[in-house]
């Protein structure tokens, strides 16, 4: 027997179940899991995934036993419906839309009002009690989209004068409404649409020289392949490619009865999300418009009216609500919501349609949401019971914590500001940037660096890539659910929409807002979370998560959960001091090279760089030793006894003389020397291969008293707070270790520092440790003899990246693009680390390591160390600890929580628990 390809639901039952999504795609599944549920979809059948794939195998043709199939699914629907497909009586229409395993949210096509044809148009408007209106509107609907959809876009079908066809018919709607003197679509009578339709048809011909087929069978069959068709459409392949979609998973195809919002005054339609997908709260909230179809929700030319009290925004205390307006439709709502909620247990994204007073749910699926919002419903559905404290850890994307870190705009500066206008607040945070009127411009003007602000009347998937590239994303027209607003959250950026006040001229480059006028390339700032669009860049402040509760408590479970430390990488006490509030349990990484540069300290670095004499060398190196010790003294305060890794000088010294002119002249003054000597000196200093070159320990090896001075300022900072009875625990890292020697070479240097610093402050212990960073290849190899000596690991990833793949981590720009455009490698592997690879050095690192030092402390300080991917591969790979940068370290902390539940670590569990116990008591 064939496999089956077409699924059947409606009447309460369906073939198809939720767990299968990749077969039905998710709407499909969730169709035939509301069905067997007793919620009120319309039938219908789905058409499955493998059926995509079979049809471009077969070069674009439906296969027989699928027509067949769904032909035989038709009856069904019919049978429940009570109605019959292409019938001169009663006719059923269809829908026919896509649906692949994860939402595409407006990448791909939809036709909707198959099935009206010169046979059918009699019956329907009987059935409609004779509203010709409506029924003339829905054929207007369905030949404009058919034309579009599936002559010109599916089938290819040229128009004749290059002028798309969608663009044409819209043309003439909007003439004849502008002779009209209307704006409404619902304005426009019987008597205008039945003439305009046959104008559509003959402009359907005439431009792409095939009549529009009035036959309700082709229609379907033509309907199902451009939905087939359109899997393949540039918009779906750019939103797949950024969204990480496999191009090959195919998209399924839903045929559906159709029901009608738009049949007069009686019947809606509308978009809901169970609970509020902006900030989180558990509050229904939806929009929905009256004598309307769904797509005029999503497309934002209407803006439509909030479903209950919830979801009224300040200026809408008057608006009349569904809630208001038709109780008991929407009380019967209301129970679907609480249903769909218990049933799948996540926030819901529904639409639904009201016919007649009679409602029908036409979709849920998971609803997208913002990062904010993403916490809080994860926290409350936890402390609701409707999911476990474990599921609501997994449940939130680490990345997504950014949004809540995320800056906003000034108050104050708000305060100060000129507001532009105000519109509906889609997406939180603060957007500052230049303003762009096409998403071309937008994405152009961010690869040359720029911030900019995309306004737009309304955005459509033909903008993602703008969207994308943008600061922030401001409409003109749309609601909440508008594709701005959803696209937007979805990536967690800010966005105004419905913001009425502009008057856009996209062509002129400008928008007149009231007596202003912004043109390209002007400042504007938007306050995402309240919807306020101000002229000018103002300032922004960082994020306070730790005044979100619900935040606070989720980090509070990760925290109780992982089984791993999280550090932070940095070299102030300010730093130090956001780490920590950010839940930095220690410094993995201060750079000491980064305390160089302050202008009264570099004088004295260039001037040991370019000593002639060892001993004018120590003098120059000396110099520093007191602003280095006051630098370690600030952090050791700041971290108040939680370990501090610090890592002796790194980079090649040429890096602290790149001078202009003047510069050399005044160093040579200072210096008592010609301004040509000093050239000489720093010409000598030059490398081919500068990050192969005199760089890490070597420079130590090759200037001793570079490390003598370095150690002495760590060690004596912390002697001095020993004696004042503060604790401090420093780590001293010794940088691109790759043989041993090269280890016990400086390590020599730093004990005996540590004999004389005990000695000058009367101490007869003094607590530190001196370890070594793993970032060269040969270092993983030999790590067994290495960790004879070292105390603690740190990989330093990026370099074992750099060196590993012999990748330039300066140049990898000139080839990256490359490589991820012919898929040669998923991701940069400088941002996620590539595990198949680099990682199995890691985890010979680690065992080598600690085969002859079986309690080494090992972490990992390079970039990797923040992110989520990477930091469960360190989980996984035995890690004590990962450290990353302030703002990374929420985000570490809870991919750390999530690869515990993932893969929890067996062996150290017991121990484990109780150390994360008593963090997330914290
Ligand atoms: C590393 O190489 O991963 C590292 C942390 O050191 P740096 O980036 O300073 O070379
Ligand atoms: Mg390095």
Redesign the pocket.
């Known amino acids: 027997m064939a496999k089956k390809s077409v699924y059947f639901f409606g009447g309460g039952k369906a073939d198809g179940t939720l767990k299968m999504k990749n077969l039905l795609g998710g709407k499909g599944a969730n169709l035939a899991d509301m069905a067997s549920i007793g919620i009120p979809v319309p039938a219908g059948f789905t058409i499955t995934t493998e059926v995509c794939t079979e049809y471009y195998d077969n070069k674009g043709r439906i296969p027989k036993h699928v027509t067949d199939e769904y032909l035989k699914a038709l009856k069904k629907v019919e049978k429940v419906m009570g109605k019959k497909y292409g019938a001169k009586k009663n006719p059923l229409l269809l829908s026919v839309r896509s649906g692949a395993r994860m939402s595409m949210p407006g990448m791909m096509d939809t036709v909707l009002n198959i099935g009206l044809c010169a046979e059918t148009i009699p019956g329907l408007i009987e059935a409609s009690g004779g509203d010709e209106r409506f029924v003339y509107d829905a054929y207007r609907r369905l030949i404009t989209m058919y034309a579009d959809v599936v002559m010109e876009k599916a089938q290819g079908v040229e128009p004749a004068d290059g002028e798309s066809i969608r663009h044409k018919l819209e043309h003439a709607y909007d003439a004849l409404k502008a002779k009209r003197g209307v704006t409404e679509d619902t304005d426009l009578t019987a008597e205008d649409l039945k003439p305009l339709c046959e104008e559509f048809k003959a402009t359907v011909k005439k431009s792409l020289g095939v009549p529009f087929p009035d036959d309700a069978y082709k229609q379907l069959e033509g309907g199902i392949k451009a939905v087939f068709q359109s899997w393949m459409g540039k918009r779906a392949i750019a939103y797949r490619n950024i969204e990480g979609i496999p191009h090959d998973w195919g998209t399924a195809v839903n045929v559906q009865a159709m029901v009608f919002g738009n049949m007069g005054d009686t019947s809606a339609t509308g978009v809901a999300f169970t609970r509020n997908p902006a900030n989180g709260e558990d509050a229904f909230y939806g929009e929905w418009l009256i004598n309307a179809q769904g797509e005029d929700v999503v497309a934002g030319t209407r803006t439509p009216l909030p479903v209950n009290k919830a979801s009224k925004t300040p200026d809408q205390k008057n608006v009349q609500s569904l809630e208001e307006m038709w109780p008991k439709t929407y009380k019967q709502l209301f129970a679907i919501r609480n249903k769909l909620e218990k049933h799948y247990t996540d926030m819901q994204d529904i639409e639904f349609t009201i016919e007649d007073k009679e409602l029908w749910m036409l979709q849920t699926r998971t609803g997208k949401r913002t990062g904010p919002a993403a916490i809080r419903m994860a926290v409350e559905m936890a402390e609701q019971k409707l999911i476990s404290k474990e599921t609501a850890i997994m449940r939130v994307n680490p990345e997504q914590i950014n949004e809540l870190l995320h800056p906003m705009v000034d108050p104050a500066a708000e305060k100060r500001a000129n507001v532009l206008a105000k519109g509906l607040p889609a997406g939180p945070g603060g957007g500052v940037g230049q303003v762009v009127f096409n998403s071309d411009d937008a994405a152009e003007w961010a690869k040359d660096g720029k911030k900019v602000i995309l306004v737009r009347n309304e955005t459509s998937p033909e903008d993602v890539h703008g969207m994308h590239a943008s600061a922030g994303i401001l409409t003109a027209k749309g609601g909440m659910t508008s594709h701005a607003a959803l696209v937007a959250r979805g990536w967690g950026k800010c966005c105004i929409v419905g913001c009425g006040a502009l008057n856009i001229d996209a062509k002129g480059k400008k928008v007149t807002i009231g007596d202003k006028v912004v043109k390209e390339g002007d400042w504007v700032s938007m306050n995402g979370t309240t919807g306020v669009l101000y002229e000018g860049q103002l300032d922004v402040l960082p994020a306070q998560p730790d005044r979100n509760p619900w935040y606070k408590k989720l980090m509070g479970w990760a925290d109780a959960t992982r089984q791993i430390n999280v550090r932070t990488n940095c070299e102030t006490p300010e730093d130090a001091a956001q780490a920590i509030a950010f839940g930095a349990e220690g410094i993995g990484l201060a750079r000491t090279e980064h305390m160089f540069f302050e202008p009264e300290r570099i004088i004295h670095v260039r001037e040991m760089i370019l000593a002639s004499s060892e001993a004018d060398r120590r003098a120059a190196v000396m110099k520093l030793l007191p602003f280095q010790k006051k630098d370690f003294l600030g952090i050791f305060k700041a971290m108040a006894g939680k370990p501090v890794t610090v890592r002796l000088l790194?980079p090649p010294l040429h890096e602290f003389v790149t001078l202009d002119e003047s510069q050399v002249k005044e160093l040579a003054k200072h210096m008592g020397l010609k301004p040509e000597q000093v050239q000489a000196r720093i010409a000598q200093l030059h490398e081919l291969n500068p990050m192969l070159g005199h760089r890490?320990c070597r420079l130590g090896i090759a200037y001793p008293e570079i490390t003598e001075m370095q150690a002495t300022a760590i060690l004596s900072a912390a002697a001095e707070l020993a004696t004042k009875k503060i604790k401090v625990l420093p780590e001293i890292m010794i940088?691109?270790v790759g043989h041993q020697n090269e280890y016990k070479n400086q390590a020599a240097i730093i004990r005996a520092v540590a004999e004389d610093v005990k000695k000058k402050y009367k101490l007869k212990t003094l607590d530190f440790l001196v370890g070594t960073?793993i970032?060269i290849p040969r270092a993983c190899l030999v790590a067994d003899k290495i960790a004879e000596e070292a105390e603690f690991f740190s990989f330093?990833t990026?370099?074992?990246t750099?060196m590993g793949f012999g990748f330039s981590r300066d140049d990898i720009g000139g080839f990256l693009p490359h490589y991820l455009k012919e898929e040669i490698l998923p991701v940069d592997p400088f941002q996620v680390l590539d595990q198949e690879g680099i990682g199995q050095l890691v985890e010979m690192g680690v065992a080598r390591g600690r085969s002859t030092r079986p309690d080494l402390k090992v972490g990992i300080?390079?970039e990797h160390g923040g992110e989520p991917k990477s930091v469960k591969f360190c989980h996984r790979s035995g890690l004590n600890y990962v450290s990353c940068s302030p703002f990374r370290v929420p985000i570490a902390r809870l991919a750390a929580a999530q690869a515990a539940l993932e893969t929890p670590r067996k062996v150290e569990k017991k121990a484990a628990k109780k150390k994360a116990a008593k963090r997330g008591k914290k």
């Open positions: 790194d890490g940088p691109l960073m970032e330093g990026n370099d074992l750099q300080c390079g």
